[in-house]
Nanobody, 122 residues
């Protein structure tokens, strides 16, 4: 059974940093690209960053608004993906989720974790 367990969120002042973690299980982690998403209440879910599988090109693609501030990484030995968030802004406030990049129509693509809340406020 595929699972994603996000953690590391919290309350931080603007300009501060947080490191999110996502522990996965139920699939061969090293074979799949991973994505961090975020979704604020009443807004559409948006992709924050996507990282290829380790055997791929190793590239990470970031959304424009987080480039230069966020760093995504993975540890295949721990089946875990991370999101280091620096220079946080109030507009980064929302719930963050991680997810595997599965083939279209793959049922595992419908599984979401509970997310972790990030709040950036003075």
């Amino acid at each position: 059974q595929v699972q994603f367990v996000e953690s590391g969120g919290g309350l931080v002042q603007p300009g501060g940093s947080l490191r999110l973690s996502c522990v996965t299980s139920g699939f061969t982690f090293s074979n799949y690209a991973m994505t961090w998403y975020r979704q604020a209440p009443g807004k559409e879910r948006e992709i924050v960053a996507t990282m290829s599988r380790t055997g791929g090109n190793g590239n990470v693609v970031y959304r424009e608004s987080v480039k230069g501030r966020f760093i995504m990484s993975r540890d295949d030995a721990k089946n875990t993906v991370y999101l280091q968030m620096n220079a946080l802004k109030p507009e980064d406030t929302t719930v963050y989720y991680c997810k595997g990049v599965f083939p279209q129509h793959d049922r595992r693509g419908h599984v979401w974790g509970k997310g972790t809340q990030v709040t950036v406020s003075p």
